[in-house]
């Protein structure tokens, strides 16, 4: 009797913890932008499969980062939602076939491979954002069909 109550107050114990470790916001978000032949570029989030829309849930204060490794520049511009915190952590590898921008960069830009931007959310809210592209680092790089439009959905409570 006592080992079969306490096999199922283990049991009940494991199920609450996994049912709120799914739904708790995950802490060490990165999306990562990559290019792609249809379409340009596509981020991933976690290293789930590529998306070219994405949504985060974090708690108020949470931050996570964007690492760009696409053949192209992007800037992360906010379309809707309460302000945010955004800073270049890293501009990435600066060189001919790189990127040759310089400082000081646009608020969100990550100007170079693998730049990387952190993002810090104060504030509870829907943030709604998109990058902006700019011209590829290399020549000849070829693609097919329209580039995709990234956008990101951050719900923040």
């Known amino acids: 009797m006592k080992r ?81 915190s955004m800073k270049l952590v890293s501009s990435g590898m600066m060189g001919k076939s790189t990127g040759m921008m310089k400082a000081p960069y646009a608020a969100g830009l990550m100007p170079h491979m693998s730049s990387t931007l952190r993002l810090t959310f104060r504030t509870a809210g829907v943030y709604t954002l998109k990058t902006l592209t700019g011209e590829d680092y290399f020549a000849g790089v070829k693609t097919v069909g329209a580039d995709n439009l990234l956008k990101l959905r951050v719900v923040v409570g």
């Open 4 to 84: 079969a109550i306490s096999t199922t107050v283990i049991a009940a114990l494991a199920a609450m913890f996994t049912a709120a470790a799914l739904a708790a916001p995950a802490v060490n978000n990165t999306l990562v932008i990559s290019h792609i032949v249809k379409g340009c570029h596509t981020w991933s989030l976690n290293g789930a499969p590529p998306a070219v829309n994405q949504l985060i849930k974090l708690h108020v204060g949470q931050s996570f980062t964007i690492r760009n490794t696409d053949v192209m520049p992007h800037q992360l511009v906010k379309l809707s939602g309460p302000p945010v």
